[in-house]
């Protein structure tokens, strides 16, 4: 009987669990390790923080969907990993062996970077997390009282700005809406080298149509802008420039789980952790990680660094294709490995309308420099289908499905992305070849 454990019960860690509990036979273990007590919809804090959306919409009990779907639910921090002895130890609960191990942290949010950045002793939030989406609303309804400048973007390194748009583009609407919005300047700052970069160069039509609906809702965009520090009332950046603000949401860079920062060989510099196209960790055979955890590297070099983003979507498919190679290597199942294609497709939602990002693969190819299709496209019909897909997912959560066939069909026949690929079983020296190929 194996134990295989799970950390993180995010968009990644609890759809792979659920698809480890469907692949293997009953006398394995699946293990999901959280030091969060629910799942929540990351995605939707925006509307939290905008207070639009009560949290409670977002979240479901860890305990109670682990109980349903027959999991073994630690709740607790993974404080330390020996890859070696194949254990680790979670505050409060001791040390856990594992057979195999799948990694979902997510990934720590590097406040630090920025004197003044985050509401942890600074002056600024942000929606990735709850606790601070909760802390951005109470903030934003005392600005709705006394507005004044508001300045959203994202710091230097980060690889997450879908989420910085959108806070910006459904702010304006709340503030035209509430007759505010001539009392309120609107900066978005970032060190993307255009608008509607979002971390993936050359997806056609995104510049044109996101510094288009920006230019029309009156909000000034700064960009190669790297924020130094951020005092109580101005963003402070590279250049001297000060933007005063009475509300600002500023994205964080991010870095890499603290256990995985301290554990030799696991993770690089910042704690992402490298993986093979199957996702298991190069060194570490019984190792696997998905999403924002894994280490993939921004391809262009752009004059403020920026990170490359690991959308919910492409998440899921890492979670979903490392589950089933687990499954593959414990001989529950006769399949050949699974891979991430890596295609992504991102809702944006911006007030009354939206766009839509799709690039296929993230990751152009290294030689030609293209993708299979990447183009943008804009419609209200957007916040429609993204307030549809997040009522899908949390009722495939409640139901505890990972990424269907049903999923992946719709994806396919819509958009036509496919997110997994097999690879096909060979002979043991072609196959460690064919893997050694980081993603």
């Known amino acids: 009987m ?10 990644g860690g609890l759809p792979a669990a659920y698809e480890l509990r469907h692949l293997l036979p009953q006398q394995h273990t699946v293990t999901l390790i959280s030091d969060k007590s629910e799942f929540t919809f990351i995605p939707g804090l925006i509307q939290v923080a905008l207070n639009l959306k009560p949290l409670a919409h977002l979240q479901l009990g860890l305990a109670q969907l682990a109980q349903r779907h027959r999991l073994n639910w630690v709740p607790g921090k993974v404080t330390a990993l020996d890859p070696n002895a194949q254990v680790l130890s979670v505050e409060g609960q001791g040390t856990i062996a594992y057979d195999y191990l799948l990694i979902a942290t997510g990934a720590s949010l590097a406040l630090d970077l920025i004197p003044g950045l985050g509401p942890h002793g600074g002056y600024t939030h942000s929606v990735c997390t709850p606790d601070h989406a909760l802390a951005a609303r109470q903030a ?3 600005f709705l009282e ?13 690889g997450c700005f879908g989420p910085a748009y959108e806070f910006a583009l459904i702010a304006e609407q709340v503030l035209r809406r509430r007759g505010l919005r001539q009392k309120v300047p609107i900066t978005y700052v970032t060190p993307e ?5 979002l971390g993936v160069s050359g997806v056609k039509h995104a510049r044109e149509l996101t510094a288009a609906l920006m230019h029309q809702r009156g909000i000034k965009v700064i960009e190669n802008a790297a924020i130094t520090a951020v005092a109580a009332d101005a963003v402070i950046l590279a250049d001297g420039c000060r933007l005063p603000f009475s509300y600002a949401m500023i994205l964080p860079a991010f ?11 696991l993770g690089d510099e910042k704690g992402f952790i490298p993986v093979l196209p199957t996702q298991r960790h190069p060194q570490f055979a019984k190792i696997y990680a998905a999403g924002v955890s894994i280490q ?5 070099q752009t004059p403020v660094p920026i990170g490359l983003p690991k959308s919910g979507q492409m998440t899921e498919a890492m979670a979903t294709a490392a589950a089933h190679n687990i499954a593959v290597d414990l001989g529950a199942i006769n399949a050949s490995p699974n891979v991430p294609t890596l295609e992504a497709l991102c809702f944006a939602e911006f007030g009354d309308v939206g766009i839509a990002y ?5 990751l152009p190819d290294p030689q030609t420099g293209q993708r299979k299709r990447s183009y943008a496209v804009r419609g209200s019909w957007v916040v429609w289908v993204k307030a549809a897909f997040e009522a899908y997912f949390m009722m495939k959560i409640r139901l505890g499905a990972g990424m269907p066939w049903y999923e992946r069909l719709g994806l396919r026949t819509l958009f036509g992305l496919q997110m997994l690929r097999q690879i096909p079983i060979a002979a043991p020296a072609v196959a ?4 050694s190929a980081v993603n």
């Open 296 to 300: 993939l590297t921004q391809p262009d």
């Open 255 to 265: 870095r890499g789980a603290e256990f995985v920062r301290h554990t030799p060989g």
């Open 193 to 197: 080298p255009y608008a509607g970069h």
């Open 140 to 142: 934003w309804l005392a």
């Open 2 to 11: 194996a134990n295989i454990v799970v950390i993180g019960a995010g968009l």
């Open 432 to 435: 460690n070849s064919a893997e």
């Open 146 to 158: 006394n507005p004044g400048p508001l300045v959203v973007g994202a710091a230097p390194g980060a």
């Open 358 to 362: 799709i690039a296929a693969p993230v």
